[in-house]
């Protein structure tokens, strides 16, 4: 669950990086703070996409049956 979690909003973040933070940044139960070193700073969402989507699939890698 957690993979997917992660690939997914790996995916939003590296499309639509300030769209995705606007969604994180206001009354969203306390993440507020965990986004702020995203603001205006598209390409660092960019980044931060790219390794969350890469440590995604390794975990979805990981899984057994």
Known sequence: MAAIFMVGDGLIGLLQPSRHVDLWKDDALGTEKLVKPF???PGRRRLYAVVQIAVG???AARQTR
Do not use: C, G, H, K
Request: avoid cysteine.
């Open 39 to 41: 603001i205006d700073r």
């Open 57 to 59: 699939l390794a975990l």
